[in-house]
């Protein structure tokens, strides 16, 4: 089983910047996909960025050009770098791992509990 554990959020004026660590436990080496989402009172919960075993990277529109998403295999631990932050940006974000459990159960979905990020002057 794979255990994830955010870390890095808290209470940020606009246009300044965080950044989330995402630390990655137990079956790691079996990781295929990790990303993070976010959620704000009232809306569901949505993707904000991924990144693939190989590096591959994709964000959300709202996020792109502000955005980093970057992992460490070595320590097995995935960021986001935020800049430019914006009111906006407000909520708790998830990390997320996709990992392989087994031939027969393929990859499974993993989530942390989620830190919260707070924009606002």
């Known amino acids: 089983q794979v255990q994830l554990v955010e870390s890095g959020g808290g209470l940020v004026q606009p246009g300044g910047s965080l950044s989330l660590s995402c630390a990655a436990s137990?079956?790691?080496?079996?990781?295929?996909?990790m990303g993070w989402y976010r959620q704000s009172p009232g809306k569901h919960r949505e993707l904000v960025a991924t990144?693939?075993?190989?590096?591959?990277?994709n964000y959300v529109d709202a996020v792109k050009g502000r955005f980093t998403i970057s992992k460490d295999n070595a320590k097995n631990t995935m960021y986001l770098q935020m800049n430019s932050l914006k009111p906006e940006d407000t909520a708790v974000y998830y990390c997320n791992a996709a990992a392989f459990a087994s031939w027969v159960e393929g990859l499974k979905d993993y989530w942390g509990q989620g830190t919260q990020v707070t924009v606002s002057s």
């Open positions: 990144i693939t075993n190989g590096g591959h990277t």
């Open positions: 137990g079956s790691a080496a079996g990781i295929a996909t």
